[in-house]
C-alpha cells in the first residue's frame, strides 16, 4: 500500500507532550532527574526584584541552557538552537510541550551570566559536578577539542573531567 506523505501526521504536532513520548533512559532526562532544581531555583529567585520590571525567564530554562552549553561546549546561540531542536533537551530545561516557536533569545544567556555573577554559576557548577560524580554512568562529552581553557566554563569542564581522572 502507498500513502502518500503529505497525508502523514507530522513527527511533532502542535501538543506534542514531551512526558509520555520519551525514552526514560536518555542522559538529558537523567540529568534532570539528579539535579537540585528546587535549589537552583530559590537561589536565582534572589537575584531579582518582586513587582519590579517583565517577569524573568524561568531558572530551570536559563539553569538548564547553561548547563547544556557548558556540557557540550557550545555558544550561546548553538545552545538555543539544540534547544529548539531536541525534545530531550527541551525536556531537560522543563518545557512540557515541544516548542515550535523560539521561547529564549540567546542573549539572555550572556545577560543572566553578567547578573547571577560567579557565586551563582560556581553554584550551578557545583550542583551538576555532583549530579555527574553521583551518577557516572551519564555520559557527556565535549563537542569541541581544544576549547577547555576557555574562561569559567572551561574551568568546570575540567573540575568535571578532574572528578572522573580523565
Known amino acids: 500500500m502507498y500513502r502518500s506523505e503529505k497525508f502523514n501526521p ?10 509520555a513520548k520519551l525514552a526514560d533512559g536518555n542522559r538529558w532526562l537523567k540529568l534532570a532527574e ?8 530559590a537561589e536565582y529567585g534572589k537575584y531579582f526584584v518582586a ?20 556540557l557540550k561546549n ?3 546561540e548553538d ?6 531542536e531536541s525534545p530531550y533537551i527541551q525536556a531537560f530545561c522543563g518545557q512540557e510541550y515541544f ?16 547578573r547571577l555573577g560567579p557565586e551563582f554559576l560556581a553554584l550551578l557548577a557545583d550542583e551538576l559536578a555532583a549530579a555527574l560524580k553521583a551518577n557516572r554512568e551519564l555520559k557527556f562529552r ?7 581553557g576557555e574562561g569559567f566554563w572551561g574551568g568546570l569542564l575540567e573540575k568535571v573531567k578532574g572528578l572522573f581522572g580523565g
Request: aromatic share 8%.
Open 79 to 84: 545552545a538555543v538552537a539544540e534547544f529548539m
Open 10 to 19: 507530522t513527527l511533532f504536532g502542535k501538543l506534542f507532550h514531551l512526558g
Open 74 to 76: 557550545l555558544s550561546d
Open 99 to 114: 516548542a515550535l516557536e523560539d521561547l529564549i533569545n540567546p542573549g539572555i544567556l550572556s545577560e543572566r551570566r553578567k
Open 142 to 148: 565535549s563537542a569541541r577539542v581544544g576549547a577547555a
Open 51 to 70: 513587582g519590579y520590571g517583565r517577569p524573568a525567564k524561568d531558572s530551570r530554562l536559563v539553569c538548564g541552557l547553561l548547563v547544556v552549553k557548558q
Open 34 to 41: 539528579a539535579l537540585p532544581w528546587e535549589k537552583l531555583d
